[in-house]
């Protein structure tokens, strides 16, 4: 039987370093000062995949999040009872709702956008704006790549490099 592979260090640290991240995650959003905007953050961040890809079923919606359709039914829930979304019916099934982004919604989406730049901007007001969009494109790769992971079977063997 082989010796098995030490995990390579930068993946490691890595790993680590997106740990610490995710522990920071409450205290940043507590820190982007947006006032009340009648739900959750949890809900409100629906708000952003409505806003660019249109109104969709709540169905699609939990798919898309990879979250629990019933977590998300109580989410919509809370957008629609703030006037920040609103069920529509959807074209193709009459019998089937669509969620759609209000312009009250949209208003939110702007405010929470705008204040999670400007904390950004903060922390990162010491980089130089080259490292800050190198940064940028690394870690849109790493969410591709790690989106792309969550899109298959997980208990597959990794497949071979040919």
């Known amino acids: 039987m082989p010796d098995e592979q030490?995990?390579?260090p930068g993946t490691v640290r890595l790993s680590d370093e997106i740990i610490r991240f995710i522990r920071m995650g409450p205290r940043f959003r507590g820190m982007?000062?947006?006032g009340d905007l009648g739900a959750e953050f949890s809900a409100l961040m629906l708000l952003l995949p409505l806003r660019a890809?249109?109104?969709?079923?709540?169905?699609?919606?939990a798919?898309?999040?990879?979250?629990?359709?019933?977590?998300?039914?109580?989410?919509?829930?809370?957008?629609?009872?703030?006037?920040l979304a609103r069920r529509e019916a959807d074209p193709a099934d009459g019998r089937a709702s669509r969620l759609a982004v209000t312009e009250?919604?949209?208003?939110?989406?702007?405010?929470l956008g705008a204040a999670r730049i400007a904390l950004l901007e903060r922390a990162l007001s010491d980089w130089p704006t080259d490292r800050v969009d190198t940064f940028?494109?690394?870690?849109?790769e790493f969410n591709t790549s790690v989106e792309a992971l969550l899109?298959?079977?997980?208990?597959?063997?990794?497949?071979?490099n040919l």
């Open 32 to 34: 982007l000062k947006t």
């Open 104 to 111: 009250t919604g949209l208003a939110a989406c702007e405010r």
């Open 6 to 8: 030490k995990p390579n």
């Open 53 to 61: 890809m249109g109104p969709m079923r709540v169905t699609d919606l």
């Open 63 to 83: 798919d898309l999040k990879q979250a629990d359709p019933s977590t998300i039914s109580r989410q919509v829930a809370q957008l629609v009872k703030a006037g």
């Open 136 to 140: 940028a494109q690394l870690f849109e």
């Open 151 to 160: 899109r298959t079977d997980l208990d597959a063997p990794p497949r071979e």
